[in-house]
């Protein structure tokens, strides 16, 4: 039988990509890529242009802070955007396991280094455009304030693409061998839901501490352990570029001072940033049909049979007899099956208890002798880690597996309010006693006064339960599913968090001057760290509610 | 508008008056496609409406608009005297509607699918249990019914839909392509469901199907669909008869312009 020899897969399943990536615009892909491109071309231009306009009078504020941070904050926006690109590609490829599209090509006799290569290259016009609006975009203000020469951005920008281009190829090898690893695997797509949810973890985790603290990231991204990171040795040339380019000229005790940090000079950080790119590459060739091979094994399905119901369900079904203890109930066996969910409770308990270590391992002296200090200082941790809980754990994780079950959810009568307020009970009972148990803790080691203690464990329910609505909310104005891409998720997850901040902070700033002389500093920062947050919620999932049931246009 | 209470594919049916739906000018507009072009159709009580038509035509997004899921760009429809705008609310509390694409919670069985349902529709919860296991038990499912549905084969998955459709005993049954997955002997049992349904207890069905041999056997009244226009509605004899043709597959083919599709089958090849 004569075999048919196809020629240059890897093109065709670049072409794919390129398509799928190009979907939002596919009725003119040629000329919506050409514009695009000629914008963010001319982008790169003009941004720096713009950048004195837009900080303007500050223009001088942050020369002083450039000036005296730059390696540090260099480093630490660069190992942001690198975390982002390596994890971002593998999270979203986990959360969907293409063996319906390996079935194709494996019956094409593809190999796994054209579909490794093909992948690549097809999304290489779309990272490019990203690239080149997005780099300009964390450059320009260097270039700006430090009046860098064309020759010096040339470099910033190659420093850049030289960190991105391997980045995105070794994080495409690691997604493929995962993909294969777990498309074999009777529990592969339970196994990858949690690989993903973990590496969505891993990515906030670095956006938070950037947010929270950014002066001890910078701190610690100064030290030699940094100089493991690719990331460092990029942050680490720009900062070279910088120093040697500038046209406002830097002193000599501020030149001898970076020298202590950046230890590498430019040429071997742009000798290590080579080599690791020559390694990424010939490590994902290499592997490709050596260590991991697309194949399609025997793929057994596991039959999973319920069991009774357990003491807790019961007893909600006592609590709620009715129709909307059986939809809680249902949200509570949905949430509780999905080993991804397991994983992001687990993340919870352990934040929760954050408090209450905390407060146990302060040295804090005399002033445990000073009870209302004491019972202040409590409320002012738990007002910023509980909303945590509630508003980005409970709050985000998505109920729904995808938009057809929305389409169940909403030919219902009332349909949509039902089911968010059944999603918004069942997560209260299981973050209550989160929080509640390590209050009280914290209530019995710091033996606070009768009031406090009955107070106390009603704001951390308070917390937890309006920053659940915040979170409710904004993940139902903008709908997340199990299958949305990491990085919808990822903008979720910083506004969500950035309000949560926010309302952990603003209203006691601006308020408990006017109130601690009329309820005392304790009611007034219980007052003003439930009640804004319990309006902001109730608008906001009232909102979201709405936009869940509304017929669509 | 076209009304026609003339009995065909099942015994003992009398014309009826009462209209359960009515479309007037439906129309539905995605940016510059017309996904629906002025429908105007009337379906009586108890009748099975097969509504035919090609991928793409408009069948799914006449079905979303009438169950109070889209909201139409112009024209008005009413359920049961319901309008599917202001009354959205009611519209819904008579309608049944099986999705094209499933909305399965995969991690429940399908007693607890089934149970969420009937609890999104406040269905008592005596009767939802003891409607459960009978239903499950005609379509074959007591066996695997507390297993988890993401371990269920398509068909089973399927007939899951079906049973949370009717779970509520809804006025209206939209059915998406019903047949979609099943086996030769569930189709059948589906068939019998529908057709016993609508005789003894009065539900309307509207139908989505590619399956014209299924229509013929089931539907008292078809609307033949094409790029979001009505093309005719009638008992499957009217449009035999007024196409000039032999059956309802040729008359499907005459209507739908594709009964030269033969020609050129293998031009593909190059």
């Not at chain 1, 430019?266 to 940033?273: G, H, P, R």
Request: include cysteine; proline fraction near 4%.
């Amino acid at each position: 039988m004569e075999r048919m020899i196809l020629t240059n897969h890897w093109l065709v399943i670049a072409k794919a990509e390129y398509y799928l990536m190009s979907l939002n615009y596919r009725k003119k892909r040629k000329r919506t890529f050409a514009i695009l491109l000629s914008v963010s071309l001319i982008w790169v231009f003009i941004a720096p242009i713009l950048v004195p306009f837009l900080l303007d009078t500050y223009f001088s504020d942050y020369i002083g802070i450039f000036s005296t941070e730059l390696p540090g904050l260099l480093r630490q926006y660069t190992l942001l955007i690198w975390i982002i690109i390596f994890f971002m590609p593998i999270s979203n490829a986990l959360q969907e396991l293409k063996i319906s599209q390996w079935e194709i090509l494996l019956n094409a006799d593809v190999s796994t280094r054209d579909i490794l290569v093909g992948r690549f290259i097809g999304r290489i016009p779309h990272n490019l455009i990203l690239f080149l609006f997005a780099a300009p975009l964390a450059l320009s203000p260097l270039i700006a304030i430090f009046e860098i020469p064309f020759s010096g951005q040339i470099i910033m920008y190659a420093t850049i693409f030289c960190l991105i281009v391997p980045t995105l190829w070794v994080s495409n090898v690691i997604a493929s061998a995962l993909q294969t690893v777990l498309g074999n695997n009777a529990r592969g797509e339970d196994i990858a839901k949690i690989v993903g949810t973990m590496l969505t973890i891993i990515l906030m985790f670095p956006i938070m501490f950037s947010m929270m603290l950014p002066e001890s990231l910078a701190q610690l991204l100064s030290s030699t352990f940094s100089l493991l990171f690719p990331s460092t040795w990029a942050a680490d040339i720009i900062s070279w570029t910088v120093l040697f380019q500038s046209g406002t000229g830097f002193s000599q005790d501020l030149i001898r001072y970076y020298s202590g940090i950046l230890i590498f000079d430019a040429s071997l950080c742009a000798v290590l940033l080579i080599l690791i790119t020559i390694v990424f590459i010939v490590v994902g060739f290499g592997t490709g049909d050596r260590i991991f091979t697309f194949s399609l094994g025997a793929r057994t399905e596991r039959i999973t049979t319920v069991g009774k119901e357990n003491i807790i369900i019961r007893g909600v079904r006592r609590v709620f007899p009715n129709s909307n203890g059986t939809l809680i109930v249902t949200a509570l066996k949905e949430f509780y099956r999905k080993p991804q969910n397991v994983i992001t409770v687990s993340l919870a308990s352990i934040v929760s208890i954050i408090p209450l270590l905390t407060i146990s391992s302060l040295n804090l002296g005399d002033l445990l002798d000073i009870p209302i200090l004491m019972v202040y200082l409590t409320m002012v941790i738990i007002s910023i880690m509980y909303p945590f809980i509630g508003g980005v754990i409970f709050g985000l994780t998505p109920h729904l597996e995808n938009k057809n079950q929305l389409w169940v959810i909403r030919s219902a009568p009332n349909g949509a309010g039902k089911y968010i307020k059944a999603r918004i009970i069942s997560m209260l009972i299981s973050s209550a006693p989160m929080v509640l148990l390590p209050t009280i803790l914290i209530i019995f080691i710091m033996q606070f006064f009768i009031l406090e203690s009955i107070i106390l464990p009603f704001v951390a329910l308070a917390l937890i339960f309006s920053s659940m609505m915040i979170g409710i909310g904004i993940g139902t104005l903008n709908p997340i599913y199990e299958v949305t891409k990491a990085g919808k998720k990822l903008a979720s997850f910083i506004s969500s968090f950035g309000l949560l901040f926010i309302l952990s902070i603003v209203p006691q700033t601006l308020g408990l001057e006017y109130l601690t002389p009329i309820i005392g500093a304790f009611g007034a920062y219980a007052l003003l760290s439930t009640i804004p947050m319990f309006f902001v919620g109730i608008v906001l999932c009232w909102a979201g509610t709405m936009k869940f049931g509304i017929p669509e246009k | 508008m076209d009304s026609i209470g003339v009995v065909q594919g099942r015994e003992n049916r009398m014309p009826v008056n009462n209209i359960e739906i009515r479309t007037e000018n439906l129309t539905k507009i995605y940016g510059t496609l017309t996904a629906l072009d002025n429908l105007n159709v009337e379906v009586e009580r108890g009748y099975i409406f097969g509504y035919l038509g090609p991928n793409g035509s408009g069948k799914t997004t006449t079905v979303r608009l009438l169950s109070g899921l889209l909201r139409p760009t112009s024209g008005t429809a009413t359920l049961c005297g319901y309008d599917i705008v202001s009354d959205l609310k009611k519209v819904k509390a008579v309608t049944g509607i099986l999705p094209e694409t499933p909305g399965l919670y995969t991690k429940l069985s399908a007693v607890e699918f089934l149970e969420f349902i009937g609890a999104l529709y406040d269905v008592e919860k005596e009767k939802l249990h003891e409607r459960i296991m009978k239903i499950l038990s005609i379509l074959g499912l007591e066996d695997r019914q507390d297993d988890l549905l993401d371990s269920y084969s398509s068909g089973m998955k399927q007939k899951v839909l079906v049973a949370s459709t009717l779970i509520h005993e809804p006025k209206i049954v939209f059915l998406d392509e019903p047949t979609a997955y099943l086996d030769p002997s569930t189709s059948v049992l589906v068939k019998d469901i529908i057709l016993t349904l609508a005789k003894e207890t009065g539900t309307t069905f509207f139908i989505c199907t590619h399956m014209i041999d299924f229509a013929e056997k089931v539907c008292d009244k078809i609307g033949l669909l094409k790029a979001g226009k009505l093309m005719t509605v009638g008992t499957v004899q009217e449009i035999v008869e007024k196409s000039k043709t032999q059956n309802l597959e040729e008359a499907y083919l005459k209507i739908m312009g594709e009964e030269n599709a033969i020609e050129g089958i293998l031009d593909w090849r190059g």
